[in-house]
């Protein structure tokens, strides 16, 4: 089913946020799977990402079922998680999308970059 209606949801669900990359929404609308994001509570897509995304697949947004929240983290960044970020030669999204799962204990990051998933858990 690409509708999201195989994973029963609950108000006790374990899944609640989830930090996206571009990579994964990219993909996921190439392969008509954005349902996929239906059982996460929020999905969050920093500023970077979803102009990367806008740039790329702007029809990705269009899905009327699967709602992401646009975030900001430039305002909050941390020169720790950056400077590493920047070691590895991540780009913005990526570097903004381990920031912005840094703000959110308990978030899942969704990566397709080796090296983001790296910085990720060894930060």
């Known amino acids: ?70 975030c900001s983290v430039q305002q909050k960044m941390n020169s720790q998680i950056t400077i590493f970020c920047n070691s590895l030669d991540l780009d913005a999204g990526e570097t903004e999308a381990i920031m912005l799962s840094s703000f959110h204990p308990g978030s899942i990051l969704l990566t397709d970059d080796a090296a983001a998933r790296l910085a990720a858990s060894s930060l």
């Open 1 to 70: 089913m690409s509708n999201g209606a195989c994973v029963e949801k609950t108000e006790h669900s374990s899944i609640q946020k989830v930090v996206l990359d571009a990579g994964p929404i990219i993909h996921l609308d190439e392969l008509d799977c954005l349902d996929l994001l239906f059982d996460f509570k929020e999905l969050l897509v920093p500023e970077a990402v979803w102009s990367e995304v806008a740039g790329h697949r702007p029809a990705a947004f269009n899905n009327p079922r699967i709602v992401f929240e646009k």
